[in-house]
């Protein structure tokens, strides 16, 4: 896959408890870095379906106590023209 160079800050602390794992590891900071935001981003993608699918749920539930209109009274159209 195709990569990139990035630039980003991190305390001295970090950086150096990144190098002390890197050395433990025998794997390169770049490989635990890119390891770590690629773990936390399909965590916070997790979390975002589930977030949604809890949300459809609930509307799923109270379409059913509030009649047909309901849906229309739900939906998000913001943005629709």
């Known amino acids: ?15 150096n408890r990144l190098e002390l794992a890197a050395k ?22 997790q979390s975002a379906r589930a977030s949604k699918a809890r949300r459809q749920s609930l509307l799923a539930k ?6 047909p209109t309901f849906w229309e009274n739900a939906a998000d159209t913001r943005g629709w023209r």
């Open 62 to 67: 109270n379409a059913e106590q509030s009649g």
């Open 1 to 15: 896959m195709p990569s990139m160079p990035s630039t980003i800050r991190m305390p001295v602390e970090l950086r």
């Open 24 to 45: 433990r590891l025998k794997r390169s900071t770049n490989w635990i870095i890119n390891t770590a935001v690629d773990e936390y981003l399909l965590k916070v993608d």
